[in-house]
């Protein structure tokens, strides 16, 4: 998996709505920041249960509601991977207080943040891994790392219709 990169919308989204299991929507290997390659997840949704999730023409994450108990998350990831094999990253959110440092100084930020996990499958069983790490960006942001501005908004308007009429029929 590379690395993470959310539109500021979709993390506001996700984490406003904290009770709810949701599904963010992302294209593998999309964008490119810094020499640096990003999976690009530019859309959410919220969705009843996750037992229909399939990986197509978009990388797909299920996203767990808010729980305080690790373990509960780790066997909610493992049951839904046994009934969705074809994913290999969850998320959650987490209240969690960061530590964040610019400019040399730390400071405590409070708030409803995400939290991911990977998963690799075996011949033993399956591992979960947190993955912490991943990056934020507005719109206006993103755009100034796009070569061709237009066609990225209607490529971005038509990823969005097309996640829209397959999840919410």
């Known amino acids: 998996m590379e690395n993470l990169l959310l539109l500021e919308d979709v993390v506001n989204r996700?984490?406003?709505?904290e009770a709810q299991r949701m599904v963010l929507f992302g294209k593998k290997g999309y964008a490119t920041m810094a020499s640096v390659d990003y999976?690009?997840?530019?859309h959410a949704?919220?969705?009843?249960?996750?037992?229909?999730?399939?990986e197509g023409n978009f990388l797909t994450v299920p996203l767990l509601p808010y729980q305080e108990d690790r373990d509960a998350i780790l066997l909610e990831i493992?049951?839904?991977?046994?009934?969705?094999?074809?994913?290999s990253l969850f998320g959650t959110r987490d209240k969690k207080p960061k530590i964040q440092i610019a400019s040399g100084k730390e400071a405590k930020v409070e708030g409803t943040f995400l939290k991911f996990f990977d998963v690799s499958r075996s011949p033993n069983g399956i591992e979960i891994a947190a993955r912490d790490e991943y990056r934020v960006a507005c719109m206006e942001e993103f755009q100034h790392h796009v070569h061709d501005v237009e066609r990225f908004l209607?490529?971005?308007s038509r990823f969005r219709e097309e996640i829209d009429r397959q999840y919410q029929r």
């Open 39 to 42: 999976d690009f997840f530019f």
């Open 14 to 17: 996700a984490t406003q709505q």
């Open 78 to 87: 493992a049951n839904t991977c046994e009934k969705s094999p074809c994913l």
């Open 45 to 54: 949704l919220p969705v009843p249960s996750f037992n229909n999730l399939r």
């Open 154 to 156: 209607t490529d971005l």
